[in-house]
């Protein structure tokens, strides 16, 4: 872990290379994954507020090299580029859209079209530039999918299982395997006109 959930918030972070999830821990202890961090993407900006607590937990999932600034060196890294403002402003508002999307899916959508899209989505993320995204590796445990769907375990599992036996995904132990993220989406569609 880089950071936890509750420590102060001091500095923002810069992934370099590598992968990370960021989750936070409920008041009923259950752990949920907020996100993926991917190369070329800052996380932990709750370090802009001042004397902010982190209000998540940073884990490393594969080998990663990681920069870290202080507020006060990213501050004075901006005044002097201000085209950093630019692209950190850009970044979030790509973040903000991604979470008004996923916050769509999960109000007006059923369980298995939510599942569909989500997993199309993290194919395409994972598989930068390929809208097709074919055989993608997703890190992924089916209850953290039942995290980003706003689903209940089972009903994930069983949705899951159903997409694996009609050949849409491959499942593993901490992963699910994307066979095409164009399939997902063409049976998402399906599943839309017909309620």
């Not at 102060?8 to 009923?28: F, H, I, Q, V």
């Not at 953290?144 to 299982?161: F, I, K, P």
Request: aromatic share 10%; with cysteine.
């Amino acid at each position: 872990m880089l950071y936890r959930q509750g420590d102060p918030a001091e500095s923002l972070y810069y992934l370099e290379s590598g992968l990370m999830k960021l989750t936070r821990t409920l008041e009923d202890g259950r752990e949920v994954l907020i996100r993926f961090v991917r190369e070329g993407e800052v996380f932990g900006e709750r370090a802009l507020i001042s004397d902010d607590m982190r209000d998540c937990t940073a884990h490393v999932i594969e080998t990663s090299a990681v920069g870290e600034f202080t507020r006060r060196d990213f501050l004075e890294q901006c005044s002097k580029h201000q085209d950093l403002w630019y692209w950190f402003t850009e970044m979030f508002t790509r973040r903000l859209k991604e979470t008004e999307r996923r916050n769509q899916l999960v109000s007006f959508y059923r369980v298995e079209y939510r599942i569909l899209q989500t997993l199309a989505d993290l194919a395409v993320w994972f598989a930068p530039g390929n809208e097709v995204a074919s055989g993608t590796l997703i890190p992924l445990t089916q209850s953290e999918l039942a995290d980003l769907v706003g689903a209940s375990r089972e009903t994930t599992s069983t949705t899951l299982n159903v997409l694996r036996r009609k050949g849409l995904v491959l499942l593993g132990r901490r992963y699910v395997t994307v066979v095409s993220a164009q399939s997902l989406r063409v049976a998402a569609k399906r599943i839309s006109k017909h309620g």
